[in-house]
């Protein structure tokens, strides 16, 4: 038998050992932990977030994005914050990542805004608009136009700061099995289609289905669908897409720039000082020009190697684009009516577009000069 004193002891210094190992394993996002840094000195980590993508991270360019922001910010702070990526699927469908932000149920999320349409209509025109911005423009809109504001307006009604963190060129107007030589070939087509292209192809008479990036070679080849479009030729190749779809049709009208954002709630946001806000903020630029980059860089050689894996790189007729365009203005206008959110984001981009045309008028040389 041991003394009464004795048993308080061991029961004090259970609960100590309990107490520490709970400390040691607790979750991300608890709090400060000490880290070890390359050069031996431990650093304070200041926010561990856990991070789910909306496009796996395999995928070249958007795959790469959220990646390359998780080391920056973890290089540029000797580990104090850190971000841990997941796959779509793993913590959060790939279309419910902002759900899951605005919730509470992840602090933090990286994903295309055009996934939100459906709930938050104006939400499409921060990630691509048929025939409009070019990348440069989008940038100039988004810094210096308003951009930033509207999208805080907009998201801060769903309890979420988006932050512009990767944009890329022109996609791909498609990939078909049988050539487009009129609108009349689209009547009837099933199609994997996004944001507000998907709704003006809906109206020129395709049947549109939205799936993930990782679900479309499936559907492509078991018939579930006739044509896809999805990213850039270095993205859809990498998924497969080449491979049954022979007929590569350009330029991409429904989305000459696209936009990828990371999202965190709000109170969370507001919850970190200032200066990590501003790191976060400054990451998220520099991946932004390294998406761009890639974008614009990579590219030229997939195209150029089209031809030996016998897929033919096609331009869509003007008459085709000019009823395109129609329909997409009929589109967008018609958004903008049933939605207020709508009208003064699309408002503002049009009044942009409209100052910037004198300069791009101007500065720079024809395409074919």
Same mark, same amino acid.
């Given at each position: ?29 608890? #709090? ?23 496009? %796996? ?8 994005? $959220? ?25 959060? $469908? ?14 933090? #999320?990286? %994903? ?16 691509? %608009? ?7 423009? @989008? ?15 907009? @998201? ?15 996609? %791909? ?39 993930? #990036? ?34 590569? @049709? ?46 614009? #860089? ?8 089209? $031809? ?6 096609? @331009? ?54």
């Amino acid at each position: 038998m041991i003394s009464q004193r004795a048993a308080l002891v061991a029961v004090l210094v259970a609960f100590c050992v309990g107490l520490l190992g709970s400390l040691s394993i607790r979750s991300a996002g608890d #709090g400060a932990e000490r880290v070890q840094t390359e050069g031996g000195e431990h650093a304070q980590r200041r926010i561990h977030w856990r991070m789910p993508i909306s496009i %796996t991270s395999t995928t070249p360019i958007l795959g790469d994005s $959220p990646q390359w922001m998780a080391q920056m910010l973890l290089d540029a702070t000797d580990g104090a914050i850190q971000l841990d990526i997941y796959d779509p699927g793993e913590l959060v $469908p790939a279309f419910s990542i902002t759900d899951a932000v605005r919730d509470g149920k992840v602090p933090v #999320g990286h %994903t295309w805004l055009g996934y939100d349409q459906g709930k938050i209509p104006a939400s499409a025109l921060f990630a691509a %608009t048929p025939f409009g911005f070019e990348p440069w423009e @989008y940038l100039g809109w988004w810094y210096e136009g308003g951009g930033i504001t509207l999208a805080d307006d907009l @998201y801060g009604q769903h309890n979420i700061k988006p932050l512009l963190c990767g944009i890329i060129g022109p996609e %791909t107007a498609g990939w078909f099995r049988d050539p487009i030589n009129s609108l009349d070939d689209i009547k009837g087509l099933k199609i994997r289609f996004a944001g507000l292209g998907g709704k003006v192809m809906e109206r020129a008479g395709a049947s549109v289905t939205m799936l993930p #990036g990782g679900e479309i070679f499936q559907a492509l080849e078991k018939g579930a669908i006739d044509a896809t479009e999805f990213s850039l030729p270095l993205m859809d190749q990498s998924l497969g897409f080449s491979r049954i779809a022979k007929n590569n @049709y350009y330029p991409g009208w429904h989305q000459p720039f696209t936009a990828v954002h990371t999202v965190v709630n709000l109170d969370v946001w507001n919850s970190i000082s200032n200066a990590d806000q501003h790191q976060i903020e400054q990451v998220c630029m520099a991946v932004t020009t390294r998406t761009l980059a890639a974008s614009e #860089g990579l590219q030229g050689a997939v195209i150029a190697g089209l $031809p030996a894996i016998g897929v033919k790189a096609r @331009y869509l007729n003007i008459d085709i684009l000019r009823e395109l365009q129609r329909l997409s203005l009929e589109v967008m206008d018609e958004e903008a009516a049933r939605d207020p959110d709508f009208a003064t984001i699309l408002k503002s981009q049009r009044e942009f577009s409209a100052e910037y045309l004198h300069w791009k008028r101007l500065a720079y040389l024809p395409r074919d000069f």
